[in-house]
């Protein structure tokens, strides 16, 4: 690098030293593998971990013998490690000759550590994030090329859907799990707003017939409602705390699995212990239709609850409104709009709902759904008494949410999923865009290890 005389080669020259430093990385994994796989201590351990596993499922596991396998590691380079690999023992007369139903090997040593898919776990985490991240597969490889990590397009995303499964698992066992609220969580003592909103992907399911030419297998697709959550502290002055990283997550289950999820959040987060909790959203019906539930499920009085209706989306069906009205001009629409604009700043709810009500006198469907929305929700968009009390008025975080985790990844023309990868991208998506990865992490690596596939033997009478 002394030699170097232009930016270009210095570039070169740092570009050079960092492939060496890279190789030097996976020169050292590899021997600290080695070095563990040849602990007579650790394999004890490691085998006994898998066997234990294995017999809750019916499986009695032997070790085969010491295997030369590779394995894949934070660097990008492949290693070549000697370690144990045990197998499940055959119940029947017959050997088995494949694969079957007894469950896959697996090398103790590296389960363990968390090797999977012939992958550190260092590694897949990397690349998870990084196809989480970019907008697209390829542009997540190009990335990870420049860092020294080549990887196939399959392999990336095998490596990107374990993770997801591992997250989804471990999402799945603490909703399980969770019994009671936090007193002491992150949240608690402060002022705290939660808020909920939808967005929109594909999502292609399998269908029968012959693939296409090429190979394509055929399907069909439908568009799908992912709901997303996202929850936030509030400064003593009523602006988003950005000290206090924000809650993001999602799920393409209903609207009963969007609130679960989101009482699941606010208990662990100590939400019940909070100095007010604010509801905010749209005016969709199924999230008002379990704002009461969601109070009782925490424990809140109704004066440490307030729910609010987006400011926006009342001025867009008053607007959306005046557009109806065909014998009006553009400049009585204009003024009658900002009159009503004034009131619902001013929280005057009751004038505006009897403006509608003069309005569609005589038209009765009309005035069913336009009355209803003002009289429904006239606590919702007392705007003034908001504001007095630094309390937020919109659901821009939940909007920029769905736009930041799903629009930008994982909505687009011809872009569709599966349901179970959607779901999986959606939550890893929520944890790098609120700024809580590690947490992710730490739970991807606690749950990481073998499952072995046998069934449980039947019961004898």
């Known amino acids: 690098m002394d030699a170097a005389e232009n930016p270009a080669e210095f570039c070169a020259c740092e570009r050079e030293v960092h ?29 006994a971990q898998v066997r234990s596993r294995a017999s809750k499922r019916g499986i009695e596991l032997r070790v085969a013998r010491v295997r030369k396998t590779k394995v894949r590691t934070l660097s990008g380079q492949v290693v070549e490690v000697v370690t144990p690999y045990a197998t499940a023992r055959p119940r029947g007369k017959v050997p088995m000759k494949r694969r079957g139903s007894q469950g896959t090997g697996v090398y103790p040593v590296l389960d363990a550590l968390g090797i999977k898919e012939r992958s550190t776990p ?11 991240e970019a907008n697209s597969v390829t542009s997540a490889r190009e990335l990870l090329q420049m860092s020294g990590v080549q990887l196939g397009h399959k392999t990336a995303l095998r490596l990107t859907y374990d993770v997801c499964e591992e997250a989804l698992r471990a999402r799945r066992q603490a909703l ?31 269908v029968a017939g012959r693939p ?28 988003r705390d950005r000290k206090v990283a924000s809650v993001i997550d999602g799920t393409l289950g209903g609207a009963d699995d969007a609130f679960a999820l989101l009482l699941f ?3 662990r987060l100590g939400v019940h212990k909070a100095r007010d909790l604010t509801l905010v959203g749209d005016a969709a019906p199924w999230i ?15 004066e440490r609850f307030q729910e609010v209706v987006d400011y926006f989306h009342a001025v867009q069906r008053l607007s959306d409104y005046a557009k109806t009205r ?62 007095r009390r630094g309390l937020p008025c ?32 959606l939550h890893l998506r929520a944890h790098a865009k609120s700024g809580r990865w590690s947490e992710l992490e730490n739970t991807v690596l606690s749950t990481t290890g073998w499952r072995p596939t046998a069934r449980q033997p039947r019961q004898t009478a």
């Open 19 to 47: 492939a060496l430093a890279l190789e030097l990385a996976a020169e050292v994994t590899r021997r600290a593998l080695q070095r563990l796989s040849d602990d007579k201590l650790r394999r004890a351990a490691a085998l």
């Open 122 to 132: 260092a590694l897949r985490l990397l690349v998870s994030r990084a196809v989480c």
């Open 176 to 206: 399980r799990r969770q019994k009671g609220a936090d007193d002491h969580g992150a949240f608690a003592g402060r002022r705290v707003v939660a808020a909920i909103d939808g967005g929109r992907v594909q999502i292609r399911h399998r």
């Open 212 to 239: 296409r030419k090429g190979g394509r297998k055929r399907f069909e697709t439908e568009w799908r409602e992912p709901k997303v959550l996202t929850i936030y502290v509030l400064d003593e002055h009523g602006k």
């Open 265 to 267: 959040h606010l208990r």
């Open 288 to 302: 008002w239709a379990r704002a009461a539930g969601l109070r009782d499920d925490l424990g809140i009085a109704s």
């Open 326 to 387: 065909d014998t009006w001009s553009e400049a009585y629409r204009r003024d009658w709009l900002h009159t009503q604009k004034q009131r619902l700043k001013d929280g005057r709810i009751e004038e505006i709902a009897a403006v509608f009500h003069r309005l569609e006198k005589g038209n009765l469907e009309a005035k069913d759904k336009d009355l209803d929305y003002w009289v429904r929700h006239r606590d919702r968009l007392r705007f003034a008494s908001f504001r």
């Open 394 to 425: 919109g659901s821009g975080a939940v909007e920029s949410s769905v736009r930041r985790v799903v629009n930008l990844r994982m909505k687009g023309a011809s872009v569709t999923w599966t349901e179970a990868h959607a779901e999986g991208v």
